[in-house]
């Protein structure tokens, strides 16, 4: 045993030193930004761009005459941190051998050093592996490490010279593991009293580990100072993302919209809340953002930059065998100004119950774009050491809210959701749906859980909406019109409200569970800091890879599950098969076949059209392809891609 346990110590102290001499090679040169200190780094194309991060560049240390207490308050507080924190925290993940990290610095001083070191520990000894520039603005650094070892935990460390180091610890991949768990969070307000920490968040999921940090976006709520925005919510959940990979992506918030329709990159002048299409602030400031939340992720599918330079990063990212594919579902939607009739106070908000729902329903108008679908469609394909997949994504591909802002105010159809352009959604879903993904997201300040129908009711995917992390910013109800049941087959549960409903824009959606505010108006909930439930909190995702049971928890803000406080919203957890996520009605099968391999991959499609119809990893070697229509098939079956054409033109009558 002695010996054994020798031989380990020397073959660990052997891959590291390997290891280490691969990271100093593999390591990119990341080229400086704007020159430090510039006090306009943005340009002046938009009316935004003067008014972009002020608190954050320029001579940003010194007291400015004439500024707001709100930009003062702000400036005391980057002013008020000791300079041993001046790297305020990191976040990374790990993909395919590559590591990618994001250090987060404070402003820095101009005598501080302006280069960060990344080491790892070695028999107790840290050892410089890669040094990469701060970059201006935005004060953060990133690291490209190949040929990654992902089988070991190992110590990491950033440093800037003699002032400031932060630690953590990169996970192994947990590729053993049968349940892989994912926290899923979205919305931090920061009109709370606890702004510049989460205590009860920290704690809750300190315990709970989970293998997976989700962010589907607002990670704050700052707008035009987005670095001390970012900053703020670093601090507050650093000591959760410095030892696990962590998903970030970028929400409206987020690049300082009240709403966002990207429009694939246009410019948009800020008519009726940005409904015109675009972004607002310029292109600089949007890829700062983008830079600082989202570089950690594994390097996007297609790189090349939209209008106006903005850069994309939607990507696959894989954790112990399961996919998560990262959406960007705002980046390319569509605008409602001008393209399709008002019908409410605002361009993107319906009242009218009479409204055509084919007015707003137009051929030409996106969703994801073509680009990204394309990138549906190669991941539903590609299971590469893929067991089960999950789609991240900013919002819900539905409108699950009745009243928004208060219980006076209610709203037939919000387009903020990604219930439109329906056909869009509907795109978007027969993706996921075939590879029986299941979905999760944020955005909308309410929890619920859905399942999707595209054609039918319950023919689609589940999917998860969290809480807000902080629900005090703009509070939404699940309150259906004089207090309607649905319909279809009984979901037992203890909520009211569930089954088979249609949301305002005609989509076909099954609640089943939802966790609304116990009071109607978001002042009561904005001056509440208390324990009452303000809906409040985070969604926990248990994925079982032996089972293929997924669950889902939502988790009250205040809960303390230190002191045995385990209760859960009302109506969660919630646990279905994966394969509950394709719900068409199997109408017979094609003959047996052996497959070449036992747990392949096998993909059905459509032979006249190619449509794909269905691809998925099975288990054992004997397949019997379920259909849903009368046609002709072929299906293909491979190791980690359908490569391998198993009967052709094979007719289903």
Same mark, same amino acid.
């Given at each position: 045993?002695?010996?054994?346990?020798?031989?380990?110590?020397?073959?660990?102290?052997?891959?590291?030193?390997?290891?280490?001499?691969?990271?100093?090679?593999?390591?990119?040169?990341?080229?400086?930004?704007?020159?430090?200190?510039?006090?306009?780094?943005?340009?002046?194309?938009?009316?935004?761009?003067?008014?972009?991060?002020? =608190?954050?560049?320029?001579?940003?240390?010194?007291?400015?005459?004439?500024?707001?207490?709100?930009?003062?308050?702000?400036?005391?507080?980057?002013?008020?941190? +000791?300079?041993?924190?001046?790297?305020?925290?990191?976040?990374?993940?790990?993909?395919?051998?590559?590591?990618?990290?994001?250090?987060?610095?404070?402003?820095?001083?101009?005598?501080?050093?302006?280069?960060?070191?990344?080491?790892?520990?070695?028999?107790?000894?840290?050892?410089?592996?890669?040094?990469?520039?701060?970059?201006?603005?935005?004060?953060?650094? +990133?690291?490209?490490?190949?040929?990654?070892? %992902?089988?070991?935990?190992?110590?990491?460390?950033?440093? /800037?010279?003699?002032?400031?180091?932060?630690?953590?610890?990169?996970?192994?991949?947990?590729?053993?593991?049968?349940?892989?768990?994912?926290?899923?969070?979205?919305?931090?307000?920061?009109?709370?009293?606890?702004?510049?920490?989460?205590?009860?968040?920290?704690?809750?999921?300190?315990?709970?580990?989970?293998?997976?940090?989700?962010?589907?976006?607002?990670?704050?709520?700052?707008?035009?100072?987005?670095?001390?925005?970012?900053?703020?919510?670093?601090?507050?959940? #650093?000591?959760?993302?410095?030892?696990?990979?962590? =998903?970030?992506?970028?929400?409206?918030?987020?690049?300082?919209?009240?709403?966002?329709?990207?429009?694939?990159?246009?410019?948009?002048?800020?008519?009726?809340?940005?409904?015109?299409?675009?972004?607002?602030?310029?292109?600089?400031?949007? %890829?700062?953002?983008?830079?600082?939340?989202?570089?950690?992720?594994?390097?996007?599918?297609?790189?090349?930059?939209?209008?106006?330079?903005?850069?994309?990063?939607?990507?696959?990212?894989?954790?112990?065998?399961?996919?998560?594919?990262?959406?960007?579902? #705002?980046?390319?939607?569509?605008?409602?100004?001008?393209?399709?009739?008002?019908?409410?106070?605002?361009?993107?908000?319906?009242?009218?119950?009479?409204?055509?729902?084919?007015?707003?329903?137009?051929?030409?108008?996106?969703?994801?774009?073509?680009?990204?679908?394309?990138?549906?469609?190669?991941?539903?394909?590609?299971?590469?050491?893929?067991?089960?997949?999950?789609?991240?994504?900013?919002?819900?591909?539905?409108?699950?809210?009745?009243?928004?802002?208060?219980?006076?105010?209610? /709203?037939?159809?919000?387009?903020?959701?990604?219930?439109?352009?329906?056909?869009?959604?509907?795109?978007?879903?027969?993706?996921?749906?075939?590879?029986?993904?299941?979905? /999760?997201?944020?955005?909308?300040?309410?929890?619920?859980?859905?399942? +999707?129908?595209?054609?039918?009711?319950?023919?689609?995917?589940?999917?998860?909406?969290?809480? &807000?992390?902080?629900?005090?910013?703009?509070?939404?109800?699940?309150?259906?019109?004089?207090?309607?049941?649905?319909?279809?087959?009984?979901?037992?549960?203890?909520?009211?409200?569930?089954?088979?409903?249609?949301?305002?824009?005609?989509?076909?959606?099954?609640?089943?569970?939802? &966790?609304?505010?116990?009071?109607?108006?978001?002042?009561?909930?904005?001056?509440?800091?208390?324990?009452?439930?303000?809906?409040?909190?985070?969604?926990? =995702?248990?994925?079982?890879?032996?089972?293929?049971?997924?669950?889902?928890?939502?988790?009250?803000?205040?809960?303390?599950?230190?002191?045995?406080?385990?209760?859960?919203?009302?109506?969660?957890?919630?646990?279905?098969?994966?394969?509950?996520?394709? !719900?068409?009605?199997?109408?017979?099968?094609?003959?047996?076949?052996?497959?070449?391999?036992?747990?392949?991959?096998?993909?059905?499609?459509?032979?006249?059209? !190619?449509?794909?119809?269905?691809?998925?990893?099975?288990?054992?070697?004997?397949?019997?392809?379920?259909?849903?229509?009368?046609?002709?098939?072929?299906?293909?079956?491979?190791?980690?891609?359908?490569?391998?054409?198993?009967?052709?033109?094979?007719?289903?009558?």
């Amino acid at each position: 045993m002695k010996n054994a346990l020798i031989h380990r110590h020397i073959n660990t102290a052997i891959i590291l030193a390997l290891l280490s001499l691969a990271f100093v090679k593999a390591s990119p040169k990341i080229k400086p930004g704007i020159p430090y200190y510039q006090p306009n780094p943005f340009g002046n194309k938009t009316k935004w761009a003067k008014n972009s991060d002020n =608190v954050a560049i320029g001579n940003w240390w010194k007291p400015v005459t004439g500024e707001s207490s709100r930009e003062k308050s702000m400036r005391d507080w980057l002013r008020s941190i +000791h300079r041993s924190k001046a790297i305020a925290f990191s976040l990374y993940t790990h993909d395919n051998g590559i590591l990618k990290i994001t250090g987060q610095c404070f402003p820095l001083l101009p005598k501080e050093p302006k280069i960060v070191s990344l080491e790892i520990k070695k028999n107790n000894r840290w050892i410089k592996i890669a040094e990469e520039p701060v970059i201006y603005p935005g004060w953060s650094v +990133h690291f490209k490490v190949k040929n990654w070892d %992902n089988t070991l935990n190992i110590p990491f460390r950033l440093r /800037l010279g003699d002032i400031s180091k932060f630690e953590g610890l990169i996970r192994r991949n947990p590729s053993d593991k049968e349940e892989i768990t994912v926290a899923s969070m979205s919305c931090n307000s920061h009109k709370d009293k606890e702004r510049f920490s989460r205590t009860q968040f920290i704690s809750n999921l300190k315990s709970q580990d989970p293998d997976l940090l989700f962010f589907a976006g607002d990670q704050n709520y700052v707008h035009d100072e987005a670095t001390f925005g970012w900053l703020q919510f670093g601090m507050q959940f #650093r000591d959760l993302m410095r030892d696990r990979p962590t =998903v970030c992506i970028v929400d409206d918030h987020d690049v300082g919209h009240p709403n966002l329709w990207g429009e694939a990159g246009a410019v948009s002048n800020g008519i009726s809340g940005a409904s015109d299409g675009g972004y607002m602030y310029p292109a600089a400031y949007v %890829n700062m953002v983008t830079r600082q939340q989202t570089w950690n992720l594994p390097d996007p599918f297609d790189p090349s930059p939209i209008l106006q330079g903005i850069g994309v990063y939607y990507t696959e990212l894989n954790v112990g065998g399961v996919s998560f594919a990262i959406l960007e579902d #705002r980046k390319f939607k569509s605008a409602p100004l001008g393209k399709i009739p008002q019908m409410g106070p605002r361009p993107d908000h319906i009242n009218d119950p009479k409204y055509d729902r084919n007015a707003i329903n137009l051929d030409g108008l996106k969703l994801l774009g073509e680009r990204q679908l394309k990138f549906l469609d190669h991941w539903t394909r590609n299971w590469e050491n893929d067991v089960i997949k999950i789609a991240l994504s900013q919002t819900a591909f539905c409108g699950a809210v009745h009243m928004h802002g208060n219980g006076k105010n209610r /709203l037939l159809a919000d387009l903020d959701c990604n219930g439109w352009p329906q056909k869009g959604r509907n795109k978007a879903l027969k993706k996921l749906r075939s590879a029986r993904a299941t979905h /999760l997201c944020g955005d909308q300040h309410l929890a619920v859980v859905v399942k +999707h129908g595209i054609e039918n009711h319950r023919d689609g995917p589940m999917s998860f909406t969290n809480p &807000a992390l902080v629900n005090t910013i703009y509070g939404r109800w699940w309150w259906p019109k004089n207090e309607s049941k649905g319909r279809g087959l009984k979901i037992k549960s203890p909520l009211p409200w569930v089954d088979d409903y249609l949301d305002g824009l005609g989509n076909k959606i099954t609640m089943f569970a939802y &966790a609304n505010p116990d009071q109607l108006d978001i002042n009561i909930i904005r001056k509440n800091s208390s324990s009452e439930n303000r809906g409040d909190g985070y969604g926990l =995702v248990r994925i079982n890879k032996k089972t293929e049971n997924i669950t889902f928890e939502c988790w009250p803000r205040f809960a303390d599950i230190s002191k045995g406080n385990k209760a859960q919203f009302t109506g969660w957890p919630i646990t279905f098969n994966m394969s509950e996520n394709d !719900g068409r009605k199997v109408i017979g099968y094609l003959k047996e076949v052996k497959l070449p391999n036992a747990n392949s991959v096998v993909e059905l499609t459509e032979s006249q059209t !190619g449509e794909l119809i269905y691809c998925r990893r099975i288990k054992g070697e004997l397949f019997k392809a379920p259909v849903f229509k009368k046609s002709k098939y072929t299906l293909r079956a491979g190791i980690n891609k359908a490569d391998k054409i198993i009967l052709h033109n094979e007719q289903f009558k």
